[in-house]
C-alpha cells in the first residue's frame, strides 16, 4: 500500500501535489546532460530512503518499471521531456502534475509488496491513451538483487 508521506507545494486536494518550487529547473531538451534525469533511476539516499529520477515523454516513463523497495520512503522527482504530463500512481494518492523544464516532488511511504499501475493524467497528445507504466514495491532483497543499490 502507498500511503502519502507529503507533497512538496499548494496541495490542491488529498495526494495532489503541485510543482515544486524548491527544486532546480531543468532544461527538457537537455535531460540527457543532467546529472538527476540522464539515468533515470531509484537510488538510496538514507536509511530506508529512496530517490526516484522520473522522466515522462511521449509516451511513457522513464524507468519502466519503477522498482521500490517496500517498507521505505521514496520521493519522487519527475520532470518531462517534451509536454504537460501527470504522474499518478493508479489505487493511491500519489499523482502530480508533470510540466518541461521544471521538476515535480513527491513523497510517498511504502508498506509490503504491490505492484501498482502508472497513468498519465494530463492530455498529452495522440497516444496520450496508451501512456502507462508500472511502480512495483518489492522486498528489500528482491529491489538489491534486481539493480537497486541498496547499499
Same mark, same amino acid.
Given at each position: 500500500?502507498?500511503?502519502? +508521506?507529503?507533497?512538496?507545494?499548494?496541495?490542491?486536494g488529498p495526494?495532489?501535489?503541485?510543482?515544486?518550487?524548491?527544486?532546480?529547473?531543468?532544461?527538457?531538451?537537455?535531460?540527457?546532460?543532467?546529472?538527476?534525469?540522464?539515468?533515470?533511476?531509484?537510488?538510496?539516499?538514507?536509511?530506508?530512503?529512496?530517490?526516484?529520477?522520473?522522466?515522462?515523454?511521449?509516451?511513457?516513463?522513464?524507468?519502466?518499471?519503477?522498482?521500490?523497495?517496500?517498507?521505505?520512503?521514496?520521493?519522487?522527482?519527475?520532470?518531462?521531456?517534451?509536454?504537460?504530463?501527470?504522474?499518478?500512481?493508479?489505487?493511491?494518492?500519489?499523482?502530480?502534475?508533470?510540466?518541461?523544464g521544471e521538476?515535480?516532488?513527491?513523497?510517498?511511504?511504502?508498506?509490503?509488496?504491490?505492484?501498482?499501475?502508472?497513468?498519465?493524467?494530463?492530455?498529452?497528445?495522440? +497516444?496520450?491513451?496508451?501512456?502507462?507504466?508500472?511502480?512495483?514495491?518489492?522486498?528489500?532483497?528482491e529491489f538489491?538483487?534486481?539493480?537497486?543499490?541498496?547499499?
Open positions: 500500500m502507498f500511503l502519502l +508521506g507529503s507533497v512538496t507545494y499548494g496541495a490542491v495526494g495532489v501535489a503541485m510543482v515544486s518550487d524548491t527544486e532546480p529547473t531543468v532544461d527538457a531538451g537537455a535531460l540527457d546532460e543532467d546529472e538527476r534525469f540522464s539515468e533515470p533511476r531509484v537510488e538510496q539516499v538514507g536509511e530506508d530512503e529512496y530517490a526516484a529520477y522520473v522522466v515522462a515523454r511521449q509516451f511513457g516513463f522513464q524507468p519502466d518499471p519503477i522498482v521500490v523497495p517496500a517498507n521505505s520512503t521514496v520521493t519522487f522527482y519527475v520532470t518531462s521531456a517534451d509536454v504537460i504530463h501527470g504522474f499518478e500512481v493508479a489505487g493511491t494518492n500519489a499523482n502530480t502534475m508533470v510540466v518541461p521538476v515535480s516532488e513527491i513523497t510517498v511511504e511504502t508498506d509490503e509488496p504491490a505492484e501498482y499501475g502508472l497513468i498519465c493524467n494530463e492530455y498529452c497528445g495522440a +497516444g496520450h491513451h496508451v501512456m502507462e507504466g508500472k511502480v512495483n514495491v518489492v522486498s528489500q532483497a538489491e538483487s534486481s539493480g537497486g543499490d541498496g547499499e
